[in-house]
DNA sequence: TCACTGTAATTTTTT
DNA sequence: ATTACAGTGA
């Protein structure tokens, strides 16, 4: 494709992004105003007219789907692959580079990567050998304070507490014994992906300028969801050479509680001089009256940038609007409705606030027969039986890692009792080391009676047996080994028969994955590990109960990205949508541009619907309708009933 | 090691 | 209402 071409299917603001000097661009782009195409014909315009190699590009995603859209959608425009060009996520990006660099970001070889659950099993574990207040200092909580401490670059040596605050010494002191654990553990959660690799590239001079050197061109989609960290990752990397295109709507950041700084934006155009801002304001997606709806809203919002979305679509139909008496009416209007919809099911989507809300809209739409999908709940990766399966493959080629130790130890039962174990602990507890090696201590100098130190011989034993077993064997057999040799396929056959059948399925799919994995991978080094990051990093998607042609349910945070010409907006209630726990600013705000956001996932018709009163917590509450929808002008509305 | 019981919490979740 | 979890007794 020849650069005319390349541009010939842009708007002008769309072309002046891509075709911009080379200097810092920031593109404001509105929902459905083409971002994607924005950044890919970018990336495919500094290639084409020989601005730069593809070795010289990195993409920067939040998202797995995202990088893998834009990589395919790169090499379409090229009719070839861009070789060298990394496109990723963030943590993936930064794993790459501490699997590269291991030895200067100070970690084992055999590192592994943390998931969110791994780890709030690790924090329970250590509160629980620990004497502090289980209601101050619950796993989740403490999961919290961690991350976020990361997410803003900090490590328990740069907090300091104030004289008195006791609150915050235990959360540090505990903060420091979690990176204990996980160094002498050699493990690295999400956060620490990115915190140890913005630290690799500030403390190595060498390495750095060879990365600045080499990714002279950055791309950043979803610039708006950046945390501090990431964005001093970002800035670091740029360094004075670099040149950053970064895509962002600052009306879409809906996860500032997880650490995303919106403010990133306009300290971008501080720290950089020469920036270029270009907005994309034409919308494609939705109808003018959908946008009419979703610009009021959002006018609402102080402090914004400032678009105007515009269309050049017709008016269409005025948003509907339905005030159901329980929550029950509300899901069978919504089910007739669809019911009445001559297009296709997958174009119809049930959006709302939380995933509580889901089980009413499943129960109509089974009355109705009406086949759907939610988005949610456990992933591939997530389920039980596979992260025992792989908690042996990463005791395997890593003893030392006390959580996978823990998980399975004892899974299937082997007689290895709490008893055990916390000899096993207290040992590590008084001279270091791993549970593993406290294990073959312990047998060493025959600490336990002959019946648990039998048991904890034979599991030593196996996980040796089974590493000398699957040694050379190829990726899938090595799963299908541990399926074995375990005995956990016995173990799961004790269960109900139902969940029997779904949790062999569900293994009979791992070694398959391993499989694909091996093809698919064919000139990596050590496969069983970068299995293992890549269950870990991509765990894979959300359970969908069918693939059909079916009606779409999801929260709000979930349709992000996506589009529908139906979209039902539901539980729009005060202390619902807006939540209870966000009624004030700034969080109020964030709930706002959430709804801006289900508005304009529409394409064709959008329905608010709101209940007059709803169960929740084992009460029926009366509710009044949410404020979002009083501001959104009467004309653009039109109230319906069945 | 299990089954029962009382208690508390119950927003969103890219990696 | 539902679930998750710690504590208790057999």
Redesign the pocket.
Known sequence: MNSSNLLDTLNNPQREAVTAPLEHILVLAGAGSGKTRCLTHRIVWLLEMDKTHSYNILAV???????IEMRSRIDTLLQKPAKGLWAG????IA?RLLRFHWQDANLPQAFQIL??DDQRRTL?RLL?ASRFD??MFSP?KVQNFINSSKDEGLRAKDIIADEGDGWLTSMLEIYHAYEEICLRTGVVD??E?LLLCYELLRDHPPLLEHYQQRFQYIHVD?FQ?T?TIQYKWLCLLAGTQGKLFVVFDDDQS??A????RVENIQQIQTDFSDTRLVRLEQNYRSTGTILAAANALIAHNKGRLGKKLWTQDKAGAPVALYSAYTEVDEAKFVAEKIQAWQGKRREVAILY?????SRQFEEALLQNSMSYRI??GL?FYERLEIKDILAYLRLLIHRDNDGAFERIV?TP?R????KTIDTLRDIVRSQGGSLWQAARTVLDEKQLKARAANSLMAFLRLIEQMAAQIKDLPLHEKVEQVKIATGLIIHYQKERKEEVERRLENLEELVNAARQFEQFKRDEPNLLMAFLDHA????GE?QGNSNEDCVQL?????A??LEFDNVFLCGLEEGLFP????LDEP?LE??RR?CYVGITRARKHLYLCHSKSR?????RDSCTPSRFIGEIPPKFIRAVRL
Request: charged share 30%; proline share 0%; no cysteine.
């Open positions: 995603t939040f998202t797995n789907k995202a990088a996520t963030f943590h993936g794993h998931d969110s329970k629980k289980e209601k989740k999400f956060a992906l979803e969801d945390n809906v996860y509680w997880r650490g995303a606030r939380t995933t509580a809300q988005y949610g992933r004892n039962r007689n290895i009792g709490n870990a990093l991509e765990a959300r999801m929260t709000l945070h979930a992000k990205g939540h209870q726990n966000s969080q964030e709930e959430l169960y929740r917590y084992g009460r």
